[in-house]
């Protein structure tokens, strides 16, 4: 799932929770529970293989889109420092995620490996686009009503 719509739906759940420490746990799982759905993903096939010069695109839309879900936020939310913490850690598993493929350490493998084949299990089935991005587009239109309410 691409992260803005992460980063919206943490901020929903740091919008309507009350409760700081449950608004943070539920914002991290929050990833794990979207990333059920069948989703589209960026295509980061170069920054996987270590093809740095090729992987300019690829992280700058990766780029582009944390920046634009970060704008949304700011205008949609209320700004207070728990949305930024529950949008950060709403994103968080896909950093580890990004990370264990840099640093080579036991956790963060077990998390990618716990993240690839547990979570994203429809990842290779036959599922059309039109759902794949149907499901991001009912988080997000989800997350700008919570914000709006």
Not at 9 to 15: K, L, M, R
Not at 38 to 46: K, R, S, T
Not at 87 to 106: H, N, Q
Request: net charge positive; proline share 3%; hydrophobic share 55%.
């Amino acid at each position: 799932m691409i992260l803005l719509v992460h980063l919206l739906f943490g901020t929903a759940i740091g919008h309507i929770v009350k409760s700081m420490p449950m608004a943070i746990i539920l914002a991290f799982l929050s990833h794990y529970f979207l990333d059920l759905f069948p989703h589209v993903e960026y295509n980061i096939e170069n920054i996987q293989k270590k093809q740095w010069k090729r992987a300019f695109p690829q992280f700058l839309a990766v780029l582009l889109d944390f920046l634009t879900g970060i704008l949304l936020i700011s205008l949609l939310s209320d700004n207070r420092a728990i949305i930024y913490i529950c949008a950060f850690l709403a994103v968080a598993p896909d950093g580890f995620s990004f990370l264990e493929s840099i640093i080579k350490t036991g956790l963060l493998k077990r998390h990618n490996q716990f993240h690839k084949d547990k979570i994203h299990f429809l990842k290779n089935k036959k599922i059309s686009n039109f759902w794949r991005i149907t499901s991001q587009v009912l988080a997000v239109i989800i997350s700008v009503i919570i914000l709006k309410s």
